[in-house]
Every structure is written in C-alpha cells, then in structure tokens.
C-alpha cells in the first residue's frame, strides 16, 4: 500500500515519550465561565487515545484548547502548558500547528459542501510548500485508503452520505502528512457499521503511517476498542484514566458509559466511586 511520504523521522509504533503532553490546562470561555479544570493527558508517539465523556463535558473544548481554536469562540487557555513533539504549543496558530504536524478534524465534518470530494482534499495540502508530484502521490495514498473517496471524488461534498464527508476530512488531514490527527466525534450521527469503517481505517491509519490520533468520543464502546488508553471527563475535569482494557472492566464505565448494568447496584451513591485524577500537578 502507497505510503504518504514523511519529511519527518518516519517513527510508527508506541513510543515512551508522548507526542502530545497537556498539563494541567483551565479553559474559561467569554472571561468568566470556567470550563476546563485541571485537565492533564498525555498522548504516546504512535498511539491512539480517547477522551470520553457525554454531553458538555469539554471534549472539543480540550481539543479546540490544543490546537488553538478557541480564540474565535472568546475562550482562552488561562493556565497549563501543551507540548506536541517536544515543544509548547500554547502560543502558536493554528496554521503553525498544522504545519508542525498536528492537525484537527472538527466535529461536525466540515467539508467545504460546494467543492468537489478532489477539491476538498486538495485544500488539506495548503500549508505545503512541496510539489504538485508529491501533492499527487499523497492523493492518490488517501484514495487508496478510502476507496469511496475515490469513487465519489467528481461529487460535490454536500451531496455525499456523512460517513463520506466524514471520511473526506479525515483523508483532508491526511493531506498535510500530520503526525497527530484530533478527531472530534468521528462516529456523530453515523450507522454503526459506517463507524466501524472509520474506525478501521483510522487504526490502518495509525499502523501503516504511524499517525497518532487523540480522538474525542460519546460512543464508548467504540472508543475503547480501537483506543489503547482512555481518559473520562466530567464537567471539566478527567474523573478516570486508564488503559483501554481497564477501562472496559471498570463497573462505573460499564455501567455509566457502555450501558451495561449491574443489577446489586442501586443508587449512583452506590457506583459512584470514581477515583479522583490526583492533582499533584496543582
Ligand atoms: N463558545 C462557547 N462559549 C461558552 N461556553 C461554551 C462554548 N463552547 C462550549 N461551551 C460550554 O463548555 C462546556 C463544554 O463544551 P464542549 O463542547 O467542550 O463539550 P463536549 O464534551 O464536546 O460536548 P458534546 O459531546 O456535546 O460535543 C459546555 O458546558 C458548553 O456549554
Ligand atoms: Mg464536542
């Protein structure tokens, strides 16, 4: 399969050190309300890990917070330090981030609808100072990749199904040769065996280019079988980490997040005992 080419170090697998480190970030949306709270996770170079949570949690607002989106909703990382490969990131744009290597695919999709599937993946390749060959090879890695992309490609995006607008952003990541990809709620609104298929692609993804992927989700279970480490947020805070299997142990998951109840517990007073993140960090 066609590799898309990498002017960086060309590193797959799990690494030790993390490609993205956030510590202890606050997060305050139009100067007074305090969204984020303490929230701290680390991203392994070459993995895939999950913040979960439901409803308002803060899962875009901690990705928005990392790749610097959230001047444009009035919010602001008001105290924390965010590292992605080996430098901080907190006052970089956007733009720099991308070109750094760590890009974001927003919730939602966000395909230009009036373009072209081609166009829209083309303009994935904008801060790219590389030729149009490389361009082109890179295209036709991500049609290798999403086939339907491939087939669709003549099509305008707001005419295409939401798993192929969906795939259209992720392949529009791609285009930047990211080594990070933030994936907002790739499964939003999609049947379940369209997000299988994004999650399988983003897993051949993640192996065969060792893209590390921090991916945002409600759908749990999905989540926690693609991602080898998981951190739960509540209102703000991560309540929960571990890894992956842990995780889909955990009677408080598997009842609050994965749907599956114990009939001995009663009450929420009852299964409520989520070990507190310890905030050495404070
Ligand atoms: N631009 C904004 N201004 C003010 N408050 C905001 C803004 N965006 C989000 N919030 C608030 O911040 C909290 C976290 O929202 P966020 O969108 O990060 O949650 P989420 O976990 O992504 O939720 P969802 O699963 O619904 O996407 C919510 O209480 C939300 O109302
Ligand atoms: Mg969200």
Redesign the pocket.
């Known amino acids: 399969m066609a590799q898309i080419e990498r002017e960086t170090n060309g590193q797959s697998g799990i690494g030790t050190t993390p490609i993205l480190s956030v510590n202890n970030i606050e997060v305050i949306?139009?100067q007074v309300?305090l969204?984020l709270k303490g929230v701290s996770l680390a991203v392994p170079r070459g993995g895939i890990v999950s913040i979960l949570?439901?409803?308002?949690?803060?899962?875009?607002?901690?990705l928005k917070a990392i790749s610097n989106l959230l001047k444009s909703?009035?919010?602001l990382v008001t105290k924390g330090i965010i590292e992605f490969d080996g430098r901080r990131v907190d006052n970089t744009t956007p733009n720099d981030l991308v070109s750094n290597g760590c890009v974001q695919v927003m919730?939602g999709r966000h395909c230009f609808a009036h373009l072209s599937i081609h166009e829209n993946l083309l303009t994935g390749a904008f801060t790219r100072r590389n030729g149009k060959a490389a361009i082109q090879r890179d295209l036709d890695a991500v049609y290798e990749y999403f086939p339907r992309l491939r087939e669709r490609r003549k099509s305008l995006a707001g005419y295409v199904s939401g798993g192929e607008q969906q795939m259209c952003a992720i392949g529009r990541a791609m285009m930047s040769r990211p080594k990070m990809i933030l994936l907002d709620?790739p499964s939003m609104g999609l049947a379940p065996k369209i997000v299988e298929e994004i999650f399988g692609i983003v897993k051949t993804l993640n192996e065969a280019q060792g893209v590390s992927f921090l991916i945002?989700e409600?759908n749990t279970n999905m989540a926690l079988r693609y991602a080898t480490y998981g951190y739960i947020?509540e209102t703000?805070r991560i309540v929960l980490d571990g890894s992956a299997d842990d995780l889909r142990q955990n009677e408080d998951v598997k009842e609050f997040y994965l749907g599956i109840a114990d009939s001995n517990r009663t009450s929420f007073r009852d299964v409520k005992s989520y070990r507190r993140r310890k905030r050495w960090l404070a």
Do not use: S
Not at 53 to 62: D, I, L, P, S, V
């Open positions: 949306y139009d309300v969204v949570g439901a409803n308002g949690a803060g899962k875009t607002t901690t909703e009035k919010g919730e709620e945002a409600q947020l703000g």
